[in-house]
């Protein structure tokens, strides 16, 4: 499914004195099957801009796109429910949309809530805790006696378990230990590799380098660039001067080039890394 | 008095039988900038908390400041220690910064007639004058906890303890309190404990406490720590990118010196290739 | 839940703004007072002119004021409606079937009106014009003498202040954990009665737990900043009453004592 944003924009509390514009004509189409990073600063629309693909907030202006389902000013699609199946939003911290006694209960009131039999979505919760790296004797378990990490696990699992087509992660792995982090961003790319649309929020430019296709970043309610991984970070002066750090690999080869290294900055795992500046220094 | 901070065989549980500080023992000396390095679920957030009284040990001593811990001298402790938690919204008590920095000073009795100044010289300090007047809802993550590091150097505690304080911060944020902590440490006499998971902000301590299920596994000088690749594997810690990129031209053959600083790195690259 | 003016401070730099946040909560309550007192339509023109001073001096919009009557409205007809019909004294006006309408009634329930206009303007002007912090310290103030009977006075009101500070967090997360669910299929709008509940537990339970974590981080927080209920502490912001104060708290007396004397007169 692909996503297009026609000329969106979304104002917060219109006609107060609150007023604020936190999407301003956005443009924009996400390709079917992506592993798409959505960067920039705290406060420059990323959150706002991922609501809309599931429809939780809908444009005071233009329209949204997604396969075919249009939402827009007017536009309500009738068939909202459907929509947030298809692409399953994991907010931040997502432990805490934890509620049910168990976790078998959790990781089903999705399916349940889009019409799932009880069997189908107890079936579906057994394959889901096993994708997210846990084992069917947690099933039973209460989620609130589970680690920080591990709660975590189960609500994406519960959102993994509507089986939507487009994921789409706000900030993942916020507070995780390092550990914790590499695992989780090795689900998302399990994940993506099954054939899924990955969207993500994220701070660290470490995980976009090494994980993402492409990049959209966004500056005060605008997306300025849509492009490769390998584009974005080639113009560090730009990415600077809104506050956002090259990945320390790609910043490394740039710092090594200026002084008569040729390594491609385009790489983005620390084997070929190694392998590149080895080869230069054995000529 | 040698040493600000003592431990001794200090063990605690949560639930009986279940050693969430297993009989540790360590010292922290005074002015020195510590980092208390560990996965989640190492113990090292209870340390913290033990520390400051607010979780009771199950057995063992602490001393700080020369206090022993207990009842009698609760009050002297903390006054001794300052800590930064890790979500800034949780701690912001006051309904603006300036109420929020005079908490503290209200509960040491410092005379209302002082309160202003101090309010105003540490809201400096912080870079934080311009907000003073400001509601938590419009301050930023980093700056909430700019803003509970100015409280708390505002009761002029010996010890800050930094508990995971840029854990939920953006970059941005989580350089200004960086800086900020780099620009305290520079000031004689402050004893900076960082429990942190992060090996490039643990880098910049003087010493590391090496947490494991409760247990310390190693407390070293930082660069020797951080430079046992396979403990710090075996932990399941990050290793620094400096230190795994010598460590895979050496398995190629090249000679090169170990190094946590990609600067340093970078210098010993270049002397390699025009040596060729 | 954006919307909500009632009750809502807005800053701004005016003399009723600068009046001890003590002063107002005492003026508030002998108008209260005395509104109940019937001097006829001379006795609320005056009270009228008095509220109508106040909200001139606080400089807050007429139309903010307004917002906040809107919402009473209906219950303000809902009693009139019910005094025009059941009451019955003065002169018989108009006999509709069975339902027989006096003059009195008609009387009476225009005070009604007249009365909450005037009490929702004048809790709304002392609302916009006072920081809710200062409100806290007004209690305080207000309620001290009760601690030579030991009631906690000071835990009430730190009680009181933090419960303000955090309850835009606490929106905040609640709208946060309704969009979470929304995104599990919750329809928070529509559904059957069991879905409903259903839906209201995937709200309530996480946030209480989120509420609760918050507790515990604050209890935390404030242990560690050497905070002792039972110790002595200094203020930092203490209330201190001005001549203007003074005034104030004249003119209120004399225009309530006024309205007082001409409604045993009449």
Known sequence: MSITFENVSHVYGVDTPFEFHALKNVQLNIKNHSFTAIIGQTGSGKSTLIQHINALLLPTQGSIKIDDYLISVTNKPEKLKQLRQKAGLVFQFPEYQLFEETIEKDIMFGPLNFGKTEQEAKEIARSMIKIVGLDESYLDKSPFDLSGGQKRRVAIAGILAMNPDILILDEPTAGLDPQGTKDMMNLFKSIHESGKTIIIVTHDMNHVLEYCDDVIVMNHGEVERHDTVTQIFQDSEYLNQLGIDLPMMTRFILDLNEQGYHIDPSINCIEDLIEAIGGEING | MDHMIEVKNLSFEYDEGLHTIDNISFNIDKGNYVAILGHNGSGKSTIAKLLIGLLEKKSGDIIVNGYELNMENLYKVRESIGIVFQNPDNQFIGATVRDDIAFGLENMCIPHEQMDDLISTYAKKVHMEDFLNHEPTKLSGGQKQRVAIAGILAMSPSIIILDEATSMLDPIGRREINTLVRELKKEKDMTIISITHDIEEAKYADQIILLNKGKIVKTDRAKDILSDIDLLSQLKLDIPFALKITNGLKEKGISIKNTLDNKDLEQQLCQLRSKM | ?266
């Open chain 3, 1 to 266: 839940m954006d919307n909500m003016t009632f009750g809502k401070y807005i800053p701004m730099n005016s003399i009723i703004h600068r009046l001890d946040p003590r002063l107002k909560i005492v003026t508030l309550f002998i108008f209260l007072i005395s509104v109940f007192f019937d001097a006829g339509f001379i006795g609320y023109g005056i009270l009228g002119i008095y509220v109508l001073m106040c909200a001139l001096l606080s400089k807050i919009k007429l139309s903010h004021i307004l917002k906040a009557i809107k919402p009473m409205l209906f219950m303000m007809l809902f009693l009139m409606f019910f005094n025009i019909f059941l009451l019955k004294t003065g002169d018989l006006l108009l006999v509709l079937g069975p339902v027989k309408i006096y003059s009195g009634a008609i009387l009476q329930s225009a005070y009604i009106f007249i009365r909450l206009v005037l009490i929702i303007t004048l809790t709304t002007i002392m609302t916009s014009s006072t920081k809710p912090l200062e409100l806290t310290l007004a209690i305080e103030s207000l309620l001290s003498p009760l601690k030579k009977v030991h009631f906690p006075v000071h835990e009430l009101a730190m009680m009181i202040s933090i419960a303000l500070r955090f309850i835009p967090d606490l929106l905040d997360e609640a709208k946060r954990i309704m969009k979470a669910q929304a995104s599990r299929g919750v329809d928070f709008n529509e559904g059957t009665f069991t879905e409903k509940i259903k839906s209201i537990i995937s709200l309530i339970i996480p946030l209480f737990i989120s509420a609760f974590q918050r507790a515990e981080d604050l209890a935390n927080a404030m242990e560690s900043r050497n905070y002792n209920p039972e110790a002595r502490r200094t203020r930092y912001q203490i209330l201190t009453w001005n001549l203007s104060d003074t005034v104030a708290l004249a003119v209120t007396l004399l225009v309530c004592f006024v309205v007082i004397v001409m409604s045993f007169l009449i």
